[in-house]
């Protein structure tokens, strides 16, 4: 059974997805700890509650990046994680950290990449009048939300759509993407090798529509 890491700085709804995927069997593998770097985050509570060992590792506490990203190593090194999980870990990591876990580390990000890297996805879609919007999950690279995208779920935008509204209808997609795709990790079937993915079997469809 893989051990996961999830790193966040907020709610953790998507954590939360990944707790009870794992609970459930919907994912071969298990949370073995949780780390953020805001001691507030509610995700924290989250992970008391299924009984994970919870870990802050506050940026603010740290003069610099290094020192920070130093901590964050030490401390997943110690949980020995198979894989790393970013559910909205709100801090830019650096090319040689990335580069030490390159391979074992997803991210799921509120947007059709390459569209929309960064911040403010959903007011990007809305002002540029996209008609389709979603979420994908990729392989973290030290490029920002430029890692290699294994798979996308998809939503109709729609008339009445707020920043607001489209938020929430994304999570919806996010709560069944991410479990899915860390379950092909951890059941073997993903993998990352010299910077591409290898899906076995190939999923037929790996973007999934839902209106």
Known sequence: MRNIVVLISGSGSNLQAIIDACHEGRIHGRVCGVISNRPDAYGL?????AGIPDIVVDHRLHADRTSFESELTRQLERLEPDLILLAGFM???TPDFVARFEGRMLNIHPSLLPKYRGLHTHRQALANGDREHGSSVHFVTAE???GPV???EKLTVEAG????????????LE?????QVVDWFC????????GKIQLDPPEAETSVSCD
């Open 45 to 49: 509570e989250r992970a008391r509650r």
């Open 91 to 93: 801090r830019i990591l």
């Open 144 to 146: 920002l939300d430029g």
């Open 150 to 152: 294994v798979a996308q």
């Open 161 to 172: 759509d707020t920043e607001a509204t489209l938020a929430d209808r994304v999570k919806i």
């Open 175 to 179: 709560h069944r993407l991410y479990p």
């Open 187 to 194: 059941s073997g079937r993903l993998q990352y090798r010299n």
